[in-house]
């Protein structure tokens, strides 16, 4: 059947839907199969969809939208996985504000409140009738072996919201103002555009993430968070950048993958710059000590726990690294790493 849909999500982006689409019955639960449902309740906190455009959309009960089955796990948000089995007519719940969808089993309710519910609608077909899905138009593909020489400039955390995207954005600002060619890439986490498009409005040429690999999030395959961000790094690498900035999303310790990059030989290699956010001085010095094991140690300290002199002096005194809040002091982040990153680790 013919469909008009009101909203498309952003993990869509790649497909280039349009708003009339053709809708089966036939729907395949693995990650990134793209689904049409109905909106079934009205939200006023967590209720917006990120479009292709990078734009938010309040989503209002009736409104027919465009979503893709993954799976999430965030600490401050909601947990949910792909459905075993999904007919026509089941309610689903939305998952993130990229329009990854699926069956919430947990909820950060003080936040974000419940998971939106809507009501399955039916797949989007492609030209041949059968269910589309995101993996079917990629920019890059996921990679055992980095085929680069660029050197990384990594921004790890403890959690989500601990400031690494507003790190990277100062550092790729800084290097963009000094005549140099810098890209960037969100990899580790769950589909959404907000934190590339805010990496090249701070002067990212070119970024890349999870859903350029035809990925709603990495939650489900630690090994396969690796490849993509392998892959991503290649991807960018063609650009003959002189830095690449990436940023890890999630927690060290969250369940996107993270430590799996972190610990890998051939990633070490690359990294030239080693950030780390963190909201207090234990959660700094806890980062510090598991990126020291996984053999990825840092270089500076970013985030909530630079806020004041209090954080600031204890990561000087204890943990012998510099630190920066990233809002007042954030054009001394790279400037800091040109003069004590360990280059060769």
């Avoid at 070490?268 to 234990?282: F, L, N, T, Y």
Wanted: proline residues 3%; aromatic residues 6%.
């Amino acid at each position: 059947m013919i469909l008009a849909v009101d909203k498309i999500a952003s993990v869509t982006k790649n497909l280039k839907l349009k708003n009339i689409l053709d809708v089966g019955s036939k729907i395949r639960c693995e990650d990134g199969a793209v689904i049409v449902a109905e909106v079934l309740v009205e939200k006023k906190i967590y209720n917006q969809l990120e479009l292709p455009s990078g734009r938010f959309a309040a989503l209002h009960k009736g409104d027919i939208i465009v979503v893709a089955l993954g799976n999430r796990r965030a600490l401050k948000g909601f947990v949910g996985d792909v459905p075993t089995k999904l007919k026509v007519g089941d309610v689903i719940q939305v998952l993130n504000l990229g329009g990854v969808a699926g069956i919430c089993t947990s909820e950060n309710y003080q936040q974000v409140g419940h998971a939106l519910k809507v009501r399955v609608l039916g797949s989007v077909t492609d030209k041949n009738g059968e269910p589309e899905t995101i993996k079917r138009v990629t920019l890059f593909k996921p990679a055992t072996k980095l085929a680069t020489e660029v050197p990384i400039i990594v921004i790890s955390g403890t959690c989500m919201e601990v400031g690494k995207t507003t790190t990277a954005c100062e550092i790729i600002n800084s290097i963009f103002h000094k005549g140099m060619l810098v890209c960037a890439a969100k990899v580790a986490g769950v589909a959404a555009m907000k934190d590339c498009l805010a990496m090249e409005d701070y002067g990212a040429y070119k970024t890349a993430s999870m859903i350029d690999a035809g990925y709603t999030s990495t939650a489900s395959s630690p090994k396969g968070s690796l490849e993509i961000t392998k892959g991503a790094i290649n991807y960018l690498s063609k650009e003959n950048p002189d830095y690449i900035v990436v940023e890890l999303g999630d927690g060290v310790f969250g369940e996107y993958g993270v430590q799996e990059i972190l610990a890998d030989e051939d990633f070490e290699q690359q990294i030239w710059g080693h950030v780390g956010c963190a909201h207090d001085p234990m959660g700094a010095v806890k980062l510090a000590e598991t990126c020291q094991k996984l053999g990825a140690p840092l270089d500076l300290f970013a985030g909530p726990v630079s806020d004041n002199s209090v954080g600031i002096n204890f990561i000087e005194k204890n943990l012998k690294l510099g630190a920066f809040n990233s809002l007042s002091n954030g054009d001394k982040l790279f400037p800091y790493l040109l003069k004590n990153a360990k280059k060769k680790r």
